[in-house]
Each structure stands twice: as C-alpha cells, then as structure tokens.
Nanobody, 127 residues
Framework: QVQLVESGGGLVQAGGSLRLSCAAS????????IGWFRQAPGKERDSVAG????????YYSDSVKGRFTISRDNAKRTVYLQMTSLKPEDTAVYYC????????????????????WGQGTQVTVSS
C-alpha cells in the first residue's frame, strides 16, 4: 500500500509560483507511477501531470504545459509539482495519486487506475 500526504498549497497572486509536495509512505511507492489531479469548485477532477516510477517519463495536460513541472525524489519518497505563472483558473484542490502498471502514457489521466490518493491541498490564485 501507499499512503500519500499533500502539502504546499495556499493563496498566491496571479503570476506567482507554488511548489506542492506529495509525501509517500510504503515501499510500494518505489515502483508507483504518480499523478497530480485537481478539482475546481463545481467541476470534475482533471489530470494535471504524471511521472513514471523511474522518472523517465513526464506527462502534462495542455492547460499547464510549460508552466508546471513534476518531479520526484525517490530517496525521499516525495513527488513535487512546481507551479509557475499561476492563473486564477488554476484555483482548485490538488491531489496526488499513486498507481502501478506498465504503459503509463496510456492511462496517466485515468483516475480509476490510481488506487491510492492523498487528501488534497487547496491552491487559490487571486487576480
């Protein structure tokens, strides 16, 4: 099993930056692919980014590509989401999730493929 705890959310002005962290416990993290998702008020939860267990592959939604960077430190069992040039439309609760399996590129946006989820951290971007 994998337990996940997000942190780093907060209130920031448009154009600012935040770094979210997803701290994991459980050895299964070492071979888990990690996804970041977000859910804005009144909207469905959407994929933001994903990183493979080996760090060899990173994936981003079109809405954040070029502004957000996902990374992981397997020694610390932590995944990061560096967010820059933030926009009011980035306001949401951000979740990290862990899942295992091959061909991550084919399923990184599929929430049903992630059995382990954190509790979420709120990001609010003011205009």
């Amino acid at each position: 099993q994998v337990q996940l705890v997000e942190s780093g959310g907060g209130l920031v002005q448009a154009g600012g930056s935040l770094r979210l962290s997803c701290a994991a416990s459980g050895r299964a993290f070492d071979w888990s692919n990690i996804g970041w998702f977000r859910q804005a008020p009144g909207k469905e939860r959407d994929s933001v980014a994903g990183i493979s267990w080996s760090r060899a592959n990173e994936y981003y939604s079109d809405s954040v590509k070029g502004r957000f960077t996902i990374s992981r430190d397997n020694a610390k069992r932590t995944v990061y989401l560096q967010m820059t040039s933030l926009k009011p439309e980035d306001t949401a609760v951000y979740y990290c999730a862990a899942g295992q399996g091959q061909s991550f590129s084919a399923w990184y946006t599929d929430q049903n493929k992630y059995p382990y989820w954190g509790q979420g951290t709120q990001v609010t971007v003011s205009s």
